[in-house]
């Protein structure tokens, strides 16, 4: 079965901390995402990795990085946390365009609070 | 402008009723996909039915189906005999382009569903 697996369900940081939020899936996915969820505004794409080392903005990537060393591993960077980063994080991946009807797959998401 | 519109932020259904969400999109594009997602409390989303843009039939996963208009640009996901377990968030999302291209989703806001017994 699918299985994507996030680091940490809840988070607590400090602001100004670097923060890493990990993502590992097991199923050999080329195309790996990350999102935030906030109330009102659906999920919105920070960045997304269609291969090792490869990396693409998405539509919100101010204040963040991404990292993909490993074809399994795809972390999201806040590289100085802030209040508004305050929100759900989820990760997906997705197999190459073959698959193109199957949907991509979500870890269980962090909650992560920035005091 | 938004690309998918879920005009209901909440709706309410008696348990074992019928109950349709709402999503209408707006692409240029010719060939395209349409998702939709229940995200219960626990946060994890979890994928429901798919409809391709050049699919003749409307999708339907056991008591999931989708009311796909073309014309309308609308994707309403109709959920059959509600249960208690339904209760969650549910989101509409698009992918542009061919089904051979690569996988970005645009995502709806949301709507959330209660079913009350």
């Known amino acids: 079965d699918v299985k994507v697996t996030q680091s940490s369900r809840y988070l607590v940081k400090r602001t100004g901390e670097k923060v890493f939020l990990e993502c590992v899936q097991d199923?050999?996915?080329?195309?790996m995402f990350w999102y935030r969820q906030d109330p009102g505004l659906g999920l919105r794409l920070i960045y997304f990795?269609?291969?090792?080392?490869?990396?693409e903005k998405g539509d919100i990537p101010e204040g963040y990085s991404v990292s993909r060393e490993k074809k399994e591993r795809f972390s999201l960077i806040l590289e100085s946390a802030s209040t508004n980063q305050t929100s759900m994080y989820l990760c997906?991946?997705?197999?190459?365009?073959?698959?193109?009807?199957?949907?991509?797959?979500f870890g269980d998401g962090t909650r992560l609070s920035i005091l | 402008a938004q690309k998918i519109t879920q005009t209901q932020p909440g709706m309410f259904v008696q348990e074992k009723e019928a109950v349709t969400l709402d999503c209408t999109y707006d692409?240029?594009?010719?060939?395209?996909?349409l998702f939709w997602y229940k995200q219960p409390s626990s946060g994890e989303m979890i994928f429901l039915i798919y409809?391709?843009?050049?699919?003749?039939q409307n999708a339907t996963e056991g008591r999931y189906s989708l009311n796909f208009q073309k014309a309308r640009k609308s994707a309403n996901l109709v959920i059959s005999a509600s249960q208690l377990g339904d209760s969650a968030m549910y989101f509409c999302?698009?992918?542009?382009?061919?089904?051979?291209?690569?996988?970005?989703?645009?995502f709806g806001t949301g709507t959330r569903l209660l079913v009350s017994p």
């Open positions: 997906a991946s997705t197999p190459p365009a073959q698959g193109i009807r199957q949907p991509q797959h």
């Open positions: 199923m050999d996915h080329e195309n």
């Open positions: 990795s269609y291969d090792v080392k490869m990396k």
């Open positions: 692409t240029s594009d010719q060939s395209y996909g």
């Open positions: 409809q391709g843009s050049y699919d003749e």
């Open positions: 999302a698009m992918r542009e382009g061919p089904d051979t291209g690569f996988q970005k989703l645009v």
